[in-house]
C-alpha cells in the first residue's frame, strides 16, 4: 500500500546544547525517508529550538489541511514544545524519538527521555498521541507512520462525512438504531434522512433504456442475469440506478437503507443486488438502515483503499476453530472467490431476485463495528483469515479463523451485547484502525 497523497507535517525540535550536528542529520534523514516513501512532507526544515520559532512554524501549520503532525525529537527538549504544538494544531500527533549509539561517552541526543517527557505532558492534558521509537531509515517506522497517517486522513474525513439514511431501522432491530447527534458530536458526521416511498417512486421512473443498458454492463460480471425474473432483477437495477443518483445529488459519501420487507412488499424486488453493486462502486450500502454499520464500511474502505462488506457472524465451529459470516447478497464482487463465477440468486427468505450468489475470496482481513451497545460509542477490532472454502450458505458468505480462538469471539459478543452486524475488508488494517479509535477517543473491544 503506497502513503501516496498522505500529508504530514513535520518539526524537529531540538535543545542547542546537545549534538546539533547529529540531531541535523537525524531530522534530514526522517523527512528523506518519507519524501521516498511517498509522503507529502509540510514544514520548516530547521531545527526548532525556541519556542518563538514553533509557535511561528505551528501557525503555518494549523492552515494546511494534514492527516499527521510529526514532532521529531532530535534531541531532548521539555514537554513544553509538543505541548504547544497540540495546541495550536488541529492534526493528530506523533511523536518520534531516534535510539542512540552505546558510545560510554557523552549522550549526544537524549531523544528518547524527550518523547517519554512530552508523551507524560499531554496525556495529563488528555491529548492522544501516537509514537515511534526507531532510525530515521527504518522501514518498519515508515510503514506505522503510514498507518497512523491514513487514520488522520479518516478522521478528517469523517468531519466532512453526509451519511444517507432511507427509511428507520426495523422493529426490534435495536442494534441499528440511530443516534444521529451522537455522531455529529463525536464524529463530525451529518446525517442525510430519505424516504423510502420517495426512493421508490424515483425507481419506478428509472427508464427502460437505462435499465437495459445496466443489464448489459453487468452480465459479464454476474453468470446467469439473463436466467432470472426480468421484472424483479429490472427493479433492483432500477434501484441500483436510483441510489447511487441519491447519494450523487445529496453529496452522501455512504447510505445506510431499511431493505425489508418493504422492498420485497411494495417494489417487488430485492435491495440485496443493488447494494452489493453499489458496494463494488465503492459507495458504502448498509441493510436495516445500520447508520453505524454502514459508517464502518466506510472508515473501512478509506483506510484500505478497497471496498468493505457489512456482515452478519451466523455460524461458530469450536472445533474447526472458525466461524461463518453471511448476508443475504450485498457483498461487492470485489470479493469473489475467482475459484467461482458470481451468480444472481433468490433472496433466501422472500424468493426474490437480485441478490449475489458466492463465497468471499480467502486472504487476510480485518473486522471493525462503531459501537454503542453501551450507549457511548466504542469501536470494535477483529482480524484473522478468510479461508478457502464453498459457500457455506445462500448469499454472499465466508469462512473465518480469527486471530483469537473462535469461543472467545463468541464470548466477547454476547457478554458485550455488541451489534449483530460487523464491517469486513480485506488486508491487516489493525495499527490503522487502533490510531483512529485513539484520535476519536473511542474505546476498543477486541474481537
Not at 29 to 39: E, K, M, N, V
Not at 164 to 192: K, N, Y
Not at 281 to 287: R, T
Request: proline share 5%; hydrophobic share 45%; net charge negative.
Amino acid at each position: 500500500m503506497s502513503p501516496d497523497e498522505l500529508r504530514v507535517g513535520f518539526v524537529a525540535v531540538a535543545r542547542t546544547t546537545f549534538d546539533v550536528a547529529l540531531a541535523k542529520a537525524a531530522a534530514q534523514a526522517a523527512r528523506a525517508a518519507l519524501r521516498q516513501a511517498g509522503f507529502e512532507v509540510i514544514g520548516d526544515e530547521r531545527l526548532i529550538t525556541d519556542h518563538e520559532s514553533l509557535d511561528a512554524s505551528a501557525r503555518e501549520l494549523s492552515g494546511e489541511a494534514l492527516d499527521l503532525l510529526i514532532a521529531f525529537q532530535a534531541t531532548f527538549t521539555d514537554s513544553t514544545f509538543a505541548v504547544r504544538l497540540a495546541e495550536a494544531t488541529d492534526a493528530p500527533l506523533l511523536l518520534w524519538a531516534v535510539p542512540e549509539a552505546r558510545t560510554g561517552e557523552r549522550l549526544r541526543l537524549n531523544s528518547l527521555c524527550g518523547i517519554n517527557l512530552a508523551g507524560h505532558a499531554l496525556t495529563l492534558r488528555g491529548v492522544n498521541y501516537d509514537w515511534a521509537y526507531a532510525r530515521p531509515d527504518d522501514p518498519q517506522a515508515v510503514a506505522h507512520i503510514e498507518a497512523v497517517a491514513r487514520a488522520g486522513r479518516v478522521r478528517r474525513r469523517l468531519r466532512q462525512t453526509r451519511l444517507g439514511v432511507i427509511g428507520d431501522h426495523p422493529v426490534g432491530f435495536d442494534s441499528c438504531r440511530l443516534d444521529a447527534e451522537q455522531l455529529c458530536r463525536r464524529l463530525g458526521v451529518d446525517v442525510v434522512h430519505f424516504d423510502l416511498a420517495d426512493v421508490f417512486a424515483r425507481a419506478r421512473q428509472v427508464s427502460n433504456g437505462s435499465i437495459g443498458t445496466l443489464r448489459e454492463g453487468f452480465a459479464p460480471q454476474i453468470a446467469n442475469l439473463g436466467a432470472l425474473d426480468p421484472a424483479p432483477v429490472n427493479g433492483t437495477l432500477a434501484v441500483y440506478a436510483t441510489l447511487k443518483q441519491l447519494a450523487a445529488e445529496s453529496r452522501c459519501d455512504a447510505l445506510a437503507v431499511r431493505c425489508w420487507p418493504e422492498f420485497f412488499t411494495e417494489l417487488g424486488c430485492a435491495a440485496c443486488g443493488a447494494m452489493a453493486l453499489l458496494n463494488t462502486d465503492h459507495l458504502p450500502c448498509g441493510c436495516e438502515a445500520d447508520a453505524n454499520g454502514t459508517l464502518t464500511q466506510l472508515i473501512l474502505q478509506w483506510i484500505s483503499d478497497q471496498p468493505a462488506f457489512g456482515t452478519d457472524l451466523v455460524e461458530c465451529n469450536a472445533e474447526e476453530d472458525s466461524a461463518v459470516v453471511w448476508h443475504c447478497g450485498q457483498a461487492p464482487l470485489t470479493m469473489a472467490d475467482p475459484a467461482a463465477p458470481v451468480r444472481g440468486g433468490l433472496h433466501s427468505n422472500r424468493r426474490l431476485p437480485l441478490v449475489m450468489e458466492f463465497a468471499l475470496k480467502p486472504g487476510r482481513i480485518t473486522l471493525a463495528r462503531l459501537s454503542q451497545a453501551g450507549g457511548e460509542l466504542r469501536w470494535v477490532l477483529g482480524s484473522g483469515e478468510m479461508l478457502s472454502a464453498p459457500p457455506s450458505f445462500s448469499g454472499t458468505s465466508g469462512v473465518i479463523r480469527f486471530a483469537r480462538p473462535v469461543q472467545d469471539i463468541l464470548a466477547t459478543l454476547m457478554s458485550q451485547g455488541l451489534e449483530h452486524h460487523l464491517a469486513l475488508t480485506y488486508g491487516d488494517h489493525v495499527t490503522a484502525l487502533q490510531a483512529l479509535a485513539r484520535m476519536l477517543h473511542l474505546p476498543v473491544v477486541r474481537l
